[in-house]
């Protein structure tokens, strides 16, 4: 294995093509910095300096060996900040999931100024639902995740930080006649399947009566077309009215029920996530 300070004085050599005035920048006499460069060119088995009494140049390997060692050392000088940057979380790699309804708030503004103000972190971004990212929790796959939950009642396990507290509103397919808020309770429902939150799922189907479920699916695009067909009609966050589909329009409705939207992570999370943590918060 070949040491950084052997190259070091070789660069000094390969720069000057001097072994005195190479000596005098490293701050060393002349004869154990010759003594060095016979010795790395014996490690390596190849002259690295064509010698004279006149002159000194650089043999094809000794070339070769400049442009290496000139990267490896700007490598070696570089790697300290980087491990530094890595350690204070402005670098390394962010695996973050999400759910569907937070790209309707401020997941995209969250996004764009993190990566502005830490762009030396890798985002690597999958949109899952919670029984999804808690496998993935589970497996390792991913370092934090934004959820949806009703409020107070985030899945247990992680740290958190809520994001906010918004009342659901309801989805319905336009009419000519809008019904009363008593017929919208009494049509059946689209919703997402229980196991994608579950807290979330009780609360919708306890406050909407005994109508029944018409239809289930996971993504709230998918939902909302489903209510455009007249499937039936769906309980989402108010932020998803951003979402227009012509033949749908949406409804506050008194004591609606309320959804939160938080941030989970494991408690030894890499440093990167308690940076990203503290941007949402300042942000959000």
Known sequence: MIELRPLQQFLAVAELLHFGRAAERLHMSQPPLTQAVRKLEAQLGVQLFERSSRSVRLT?????????AAKLLAEAAALPAEVRAVADGVAGRLRLAFVSTVGFGGLPLWLRTFREACPQVALALREATLD???DEFAAGGID???????????????????I?????VLALP???EPPSDVQ???APLVIFPREVAPSLYDAILAHHGSAGVA??????????NLVSAAIGVAWVPASLQGLQRAGVVYRAMPGAPEVETSLVWRADAPPVVARFVEHVARHA
């Open 174 to 176: 336009s009419s000519d």
């Open 132 to 134: 999804v990212q808690l």
């Open 144 to 162: 934090a995740g934004f959820v949806i939950h009703t409020p107070g009642q985030a899945p247990g396990g992680f740290e958190r930080l809520s």
């Open 184 to 186: 919208c309770l009494a």
């Open 215 to 224: 239809q289930e699916a996971i993504q709230m695009q998918t939902i909302i």
């Open 164 to 168: 906010g507290v918004e009342p659901l």
């Open 60 to 68: 094809a390997a000794g070339a070769a060996l400049q442009a290496a």
